[in-house]
């Protein structure tokens, strides 16, 4: 990479790194200063506040690594990422999800479609630096695991929401069966919409064509001809 190309990326992983904790902090003090409309729709204060501070930790990770030089993701990618953590969070502290009924399998859709996305990039990544015959076969192939792996992850999502409400013994996240199969089937429908998109990209591209744009380990990182 050039000089410019990795000033440009630095100067973005900068900004990132404070200030999308900066903002979420923002977000959380509302709810602390008992302002945030998620705590009239009937949510805990110590339940949005750990959201904040955990989604803030989280968002860290993208800046860090890159300021390390070990990954570095197109700004699409990192786009998506980031639009989908104050989805999240603005919604829960906003009361989207107990006030607008539809808003809960809304929020599970633009959310799955969104991880289905980061989950193409790493299937095109694994297919781009397999050995030559450890391939999904083809574009069928790659959808299949696509749509499953993404969907795992709305099922892990959901583990972990029956777990935090275990473990705290109260109901933060779970409001029963009916809820937790709509959000898997709002998963679904995000995952499919991409699943398809996805088939139909492949039709003129190649996942190299997606790996070539993502840069990790030092080595990629090298400015005329020396390592950073």
Not at 50 to 78: D, E, G, K
Not at 214 to 220: L, N, T, W
């Amino acid at each position: 990479m050039n000089a410019y190309e990795d000033s440009k990326e630095r100067r973005v992983a900068w900004i990132l790194l404070f200030a999308a904790p900066a903002l979420l902090a923002v977000v959380c003090s509302f709810v602390v200063a008992g302002i945030a409309p998620g705590l009239d729709a009937g949510h805990p204060e110590e339940y949005l506040v750990a959201t904040c501070f955990a989604w803030a930790v989280i968002s860290l990770v993208v800046p860090i690594l890159r300021l390390l030089n070990l990954v570095s993701l197109p700004p699409m990618l990192i786009a998506a990422i980031y639009v989908n953590i104050f989805f999240y969070v603005l919604s829960l502290c906003g009361g989207l999800y107990l006030n607008v009924s539809w808003f809960g399998d809304f929020g599970h859709v633009v959310s799955s479609a969104i991880v289905t996305c980061i989950v193409f990039v790493g299937l095109c990544l694994i297919e781009a630096h397999s050995p030559a015959h450890v391939t999904f076969g083809n574009r069928v192939g790659m959808c299949i695991m696509l749509l499953l792996v993404a969907l795992s992850f709305g099922g892990i999502w959901e583990m972990i929401e029956g777990f935090t409400d275990g473990v705290t013994g109260n109901a933060y996240m779970v409001y029963g069966a009916a809820d937790t199969m709509g959000d898997l089937s709002a998963d679904l429908i995000g995952a499919i919409v991409i699943t398809i998109c996805v088939y139909w990209y492949l039709g003129d591209h190649s996942p190299s064509d997606i790996s070539s744009k993502v840069r990790f380990g030092r080595r990629a990182f090298e400015i005329d001809g020396e390592s950073d």
